[in-house]
């Protein structure tokens, strides 16, 4: 017996097929969502992941800037308490300069000239005084500029005859007003040989100030 299958096969073949095309673009569907799930939590993860990191970093940094104040406070403190320091050390220093002012103008004061007023004023020193004849003040030039270890920078600011009374008032003695002014080193700046020989030897004011002749 011959057996004929009159149903309409081909259609059942096609929608078979059809079924099969949509179940699987739905498979698709489904696994593609899953995957863009599953892409968007780590890449949410990872991104609250470097805001925990950049939280972190900028707790650091402000502890680091916190510390940099601190730093910076500290130097300034520093700092201040070098000027304090300096300014002490400076005092003690400057302390014995009238010292060596005076006995390195006894040194230095050439016979016939007279010292009457002796001015300091920090490291500028004015001198006037009397002279008996002009090379004598430019003796005690040369001393101030040359031979001086304290002295320095001699410049003459003023120099006038002057007459002076003596016992014969006919024949008044001719002699020479003058003014100086000099720069007095630091103890910084002398030789440590000079400012122990000037500090060992340092003379009264009025003997600095007494005439040499």
Do not use: C
């Amino acid at each position: 017996m011959i057996l004929i299958n009159l149903l309409p096969h081909r259609e059942e073949k096609r929608k078979l097929r059809k079924q099969a095309f949509f179940v699987g673009l739905g498979l698709s569907v489904v696994a593609g969502a899953v995957l863009v799930a599953l892409g968007y939590a780590v890449q949410q993860q990872m991104i609250a992941a470097q805001q925990a990191r950049n939280e972190f970093l900028s707790a650091e940094i402000h502890k680091l800037e916190e510390d940099i104040k601190d730093v910076s406070g500290l130097k300034a403190e520093i700092e201040s308490l070098k000027a304090r320091q300096k300014a002490v050390e400076d005092l003690q220093i400057d302390r014995n300069m009238p010292v060596h002012l005076l006995n390195e103008l006894v040194r230095q004061t050439p016979e016939g000239i007279y010292l009457k007023t002796i001015k300091q004023d920090g490291q500028t020193v004015m001198v006037s005084g009397i002279a008996q004849t002009n090379e004598r003040v430019s003796e005690f030039l040369r001393n101030t500029a040359y031979k001086s270890e304290w002295l320095e920078k001699p410049e003459l600011q003023e120099i006038k005859a002057s007459a002076q009374q003596t016992k014969d008032v006919r024949e008044p003695k001719r002699l020479f007003d003058f003014s100086i002014r000099l720069s007095l080193k630091r103890p910084q700046d002398v030789s440590p040989a000079a400012s122990a020989a000037s500090g060992a030897s340092a003379p009264s004011p009025a003997a600095s100030a007494a005439p040499k002749s």
